[in-house]
């Protein structure tokens, strides 16, 4: 017989399992967040295709400084998804990137006054990204 205890067939149970399953994968990217303190610094980070690269940079955007990001990436290998900043001190720079293929990226961040692009960064941040071509689940 194809029916079970529960008086559901084979098939039914069969679709509700897949769909779980469909469920599982597709919230299976890992999110990787990467903090830096105020002064910056450098880190290294190895990803995978389909992860999520959250960049948080402390900050105190009412003295007129800010972080921006300043290198030239490829984005057909990391797409910027989101950008903002916390209202409340500690006041917190966030870049959110999805990882979309393999590659190298060498991101550099810099913390300065917008107006006062002659001068240099004040402090600067470093991230070397790996992505590899495997996804995380």
């Not at 194809?2 to 919230?27: D, H, N, P, Y």
């Not at 299976?28 to 999520?52: C, F, Q, R, W």
């Not at 989101?82 to 209202?87: G, K, L």
Request: aromatic residues 10%; glycine residues 6%.
């Amino acid at each position: 017989s194809t029916q079970s205890t529960w008086g559901f067939s084979i098939r039914e149970k069969m679709k509700v399992v897949l769909c779980l399953l469909a469920i599982v994968v597709s919230a299976a990217a890992i999110e990787h967040p990467v903090h830096y303190p105020m002064d910056g610094g450098k880190n290294s980070l190895t990803a995978s295709i389909g992860d999520v690269v959250t960049v948080t940079l402390q900050g105190i955007p009412s003295t007129g400084f800010g972080w921006t990001l300043v290198s030239i990436y490829d984005e057909s290998v990391l797409q910027l998804v989101r950008q903002d900043i916390t209202d409340e001190p500690p006041n917190n720079f966030t870049f959110q990137f999805s990882c979309e293929k393999e590659g190298l990226i060498a991101m550099e961040f810099h913390y300065r006054k917008s107006w006062e692009t002659d001068v240099p960064a004040a402090h600067i941040a470093n991230l070397d990204l790996r992505v590899e071509g495997t996804t995380s689940f």
